[in-house]
């Protein structure tokens, strides 16, 4: 039998982005596939979180050449490019913050059950009906029950004094509840102890499986634990120099970045001028 | 027979046809003139006074307003928000001050509450009103407004609650302005010892031409009375709005005073709440949204006059286009009140960059063993906030919406009435516009 359905794929292809006059990505080329774990890793300041970005279209980063087009089941091409980042996430894509905002006031379960209306319901116009209260709860609840966490959570308003690890297992919840196509999970290690990261890694392996395509934005290994990557990219002064298998991520995690910098040189050199140029920037106001 | 007023200004003769039209006893109408004397003597407050530095009254033309006349034919009164859903013991209508329609539970009345149009119930139940009527709360000579109403007030409520009796459900008052009119009307709430009460009471109307409120709220809480007050201005957009408002709570007493300011061209309200026996205890909200051109001037005052009182104000406002709200705040702490704790606070959200808000503490202390603090904040919707909402499928408007609605939650927690706190928010909600 011939399946008429495609694979849903995010493809990234040439993307410059811009931040005022610095430019930080200078041609990043990815496609990663729905069902698909691929693993991204890189020194600081390399552009990885630019990346996230640039993908959910936040305003402060401009685009200057290149396209994200999302392939849709139908095989229908979507330019991400000309969406609204509420779009974005409305056609199935999600960026777990590695600083996730807060908005005091807000309950992280109001908060989400207009989120989720939105994203599962992508025609709902302002001031429609949300989600029934009563299915949302319940939802939500045997969420928050997988992923360990204590219901008091929905009640407290959206990362408002939420310790690190709160905020990322947060960050884990929406997705869950969002049930996105494409999460790209920007350094949710970061500032966790390795039980939280354990506890981390082990969720989105829950929550992902095979339904999501999941970029994982790391520095270490231990998100990747019990989600072994497909594959590993490596970014280096605003490009993907290498990408592998997993056997890349603990490589890199063993022996850092030396190789990558010797191996190749303009990247490098790059590096090395877009730190210099970060160094720069306070100074300058 | 009165006739519908057909000359503008306040003069001797309007006056006198004013007077010769009410009835009223002559303690009330020797009041009355001696307020007109006052009115006449003082001029518009002037930017050199403290209070009306920053209220802009060029374009206030008080002589193209008249003392209140007949209603038109047909006026019907604006829709009110407060009532909705609610189980109400009563409630009071008046437009253009003028009493239209009011209704007390036959019980409560039984048990000696008196509930409805203060006009009506003046001529009625002089007895337990003159008293409070007679204390004068506001000073007549405070400004020109002050003198002007107490002069000509007219239409408004009153709600009295005999020592011990309970009103278990709330009252609601609504007071109108038609496009052009004006609204002299007072409300007076007396509690007295033990007696408890929930008043909501919002004014609306008056979009268009120029419509003038000038007002005052009177309000004595009785030793051990608790009241609570809703107080929401959602005047049209023509309307000028100058009021006066106190409050005096005796021992014990607990005043729960819930503002809104939502509507009016341009607003000067005095808020005054005197903790004159000990042990009393006044929270007093604000909520405020302003838009377009609109200006807001709070000035409040909460005075301990007696020992271990506590005081707490929390005004939150967000503002929107080029409005301005000025909050001028005093907490004043007699010699003798001892163990005083008072506390104020305001914190405003800028939603456009051309809005301006200022926010003027001020403490005055004489006792030396007091605990008193305040504070102010001014921030803005945060782009980051935004962004991050967006990027979990809400539009940019749902974003701001929701912040907004955040910010607000700290004094929509302190309002216990969910009526109110629906009303307030839902307001909110539908004023906010998109902004880049």
Sequence with gaps: ?285 | MPSIATSTGFTQDSFDAFLAARDEPSWLLEQRRESWAEFQRLGLPSRSEEEWMRTDLRLFHLDRFALPGELPAGTVAPPALLSHGVDLAGHDVSINSRPVTSALDPSLAAQGVVFGSLDRLIAQRADVLRPYLSRRLINPSADKFAALHAAAWSGGSVLYVPRGVVVDRPLHVLSGLSAGGIDLGKTLIILEEGAEATLLSETAGGEGDPALHCGAIEIFVGPGAKLRYVNLQNWGSGVWHFAHQKALVDRDGRLQWTIGALGSRLAQVNQHVALTGIGAEAQVNGVMFTEGKQQLTYNTLQHHQAERCRSDLLYKGALQDRSRVVWRGMIKVDKGAQKTDGYQRNDNLMLSEHARADSIPGLEIEADDVRCTHGATAGRVDDEQIFYARCRGLTRKEAIRMIVAGFFQQVFDRITIDSVRDALGDAIGRRIREYD
């Design chain 1, 1 to 285: 039998m011939i399946s008429s359905t495609q694979r849903e794929t995010l493809r990234i292809n040439d993307l410059h982005v811009s931040v005022g006059d610095r430019e930080i990505l200078r041609g990043v080329n990815l496609t990663f596939h729905r069902g698909e774990t691929h693993a991204l890793m890189g020194p600081n300041g390399s552009g990885k979180s630019t990346l996230g970005y640039a993908i959910m279209g936040h305003p402060g980063y401009d685009v200057t050449r290149g396209s994200i087009e999302l392939v849709t089941a139908e095989g229908q091409s979507l330019n991400v490019l000309e969406m609204e980042p509420n779009e974005r996430a409305r056609v199935g894509i999600f960026l777990a913050f590695q600083r996730p905002m807060s908005i005091p006031g807000v309950k992280m379960a109001d908060f989400l059950r207009h989120a989720t209306t939105n994203v599962r319901r992508p025609d709902r116009k302002e001031g429609e009906e949300l989600l029934p209260m009563r299915d949302f709860r319940k939802e939500l609840k045997a969420k928050m029950e997988q992923l360990r966490m204590d219901p008091e959570f929905a009640r407290r308003y959206v990362n408002d004094g939420f310790s690190g690890g709160e905020m990322k297992r947060a960050e884990i919840l929406q997705m869950a509840m969002l049930r996105p196509k494409f999460a790209i999970l920007d350094e949710t290690d970061s500032g966790l102890d390795v039980d939280a990261v354990r506890l981390a890694s082990q969720s989105i392996a829950e929550i992902g499986g095979a339904e999501m395509g999941i970029l994982i934005i790391t520095h270490h290994d231990k998100l990747l634990e019990h989600n072994r990557p497909d594959f590993t990219h490596v970014m280096l002064g605003g490009r993907i120099v290498e990408t592998g298998g997993p056997e890349l991520a603990e490589e890199l995690h063993r022996s850092g970045y030396d190789r990558i910098r010797s191996q190749y040189p303009d990247a490098a050199a790059d590096e090395a001028a877009m730190r210099q140029e970060k160094h720069v920037e306070p100074a300058a106001g």
